[in-house]
């Protein structure tokens, strides 16, 4: 599915692909909500970082959180984590340790994205204590990161495009 997206003052324009459009996975991390989740976390999606294209790159900034380890030590997370420097939206997480993917948040897609059938809430452990997570019958809850990929929830769901499908929709 192609994405586009922008930031709020439209000085950055964005689209990629992606096989994995659904915005299910909401993270509570202190991180994620501090930088992209007014609600108390963000949802990122998941798409080709191959197929990235951006206009206005001038206005990207990059940000790499400083992440606890333990006592007062920090170190740099690897993830970027690039944002409109005009306006402040969150646009994308691009990782070299995953250089394939690029994960751009639900918050910054212009296109109609699909409404999934579950959602996955992780990071609950990290929470801030105002957050009151709404949370489903049929969602997943974790204190972490759940070992399902992103990729992974789709394919489970049934919810990825496969060649024949995709050849089907052209016709």
């Not at 991180?31 to 108390?40: H, L, P, Q, V, Y």
């Not at 897609?109 to 929470?127: A, F, Q, V, Y």
């Given at each position: 599915?192609?994405?586009?997206?922008?930031?709020?003052?439209?000085?950055?324009?964005?689209?990629?692909?992606?096989?994995?459009?659904?915005?299910?996975?909401?993270?509570?991390?202190?991180?994620?909500?501090?930088?992209?989740?007014?609600?108390?976390?963000?949802?990122?999606?998941?798409?080709?970082?191959?197929?990235?294209?951006?206009?206005?790159?001038?206005?990207?900034s990059v940000y790499r959180?400083?992440?606890?380890?333990?006592?007062?030590?920090?170190?740099?997370?690897?993830?970027?984590?690039?944002?409109?420097?005009?306006?402040?939206?969150?646009?994308?997480?691009?990782?070299?340790?995953?250089?394939?993917?690029?994960?751009?948040?639900?918050?910054?897609?212009?296109?109609?994205?699909?409404?999934?059938?579950?959602?996955?809430?992780?990071?609950?452990?990290?929470?801030?204590?105002?957050?009151?997570?709404?949370?489903?019958?049929?969602?997943?809850?974790?204190?972490?990161?759940?070992?399902?990929?992103?990729?992974?929830?789709?394919?489970?769901?049934?919810?990825?495009?496969?060649?024949?499908?995709?050849?089907?929709?052209?016709?």
């Amino acid at each position: 599915m192609k994405l586009q997206g922008s930031c709020h003052c439209r000085a950055v324009r964005f689209e990629l692909e992606s096989a994995h459009p659904y915005p299910f996975m909401r993270c509570y991390c202190s991180i994620c909500r501090k930088t992209a989740g007014a609600g108390g976390y963000a949802i990122n999606l998941s798409g080709n970082h191959a197929t990235l294209k951006v206009a206005g790159a001038r206005h990207v900034s990059v940000y790499r959180a400083l992440m606890e380890t333990g006592g007062a030590r920090r170190t740099r997370s690897s993830g970027r984590r690039h944002f409109c420097r005009v306006c402040g939206s969150a646009l994308w997480l691009w990782d070299p340790n995953w250089p394939d993917l690029v994960h751009p948040h639900a918050s910054a897609i212009d296109t109609p994205l699909p409404r999934p059938p579950e959602h996955t809430h992780i990071m609950l452990g990290s929470k801030a204590e105002w957050v009151e997570p709404e949370i489903a019958a049929t969602d997943r809850e974790f204190r972490g990161y759940p070992k399902e990929s992103i990729a992974d929830w789709h394919e489970r769901l049934g919810l990825v495009a496969t060649k024949t499908s995709r050849r089907r929709r052209r016709t």
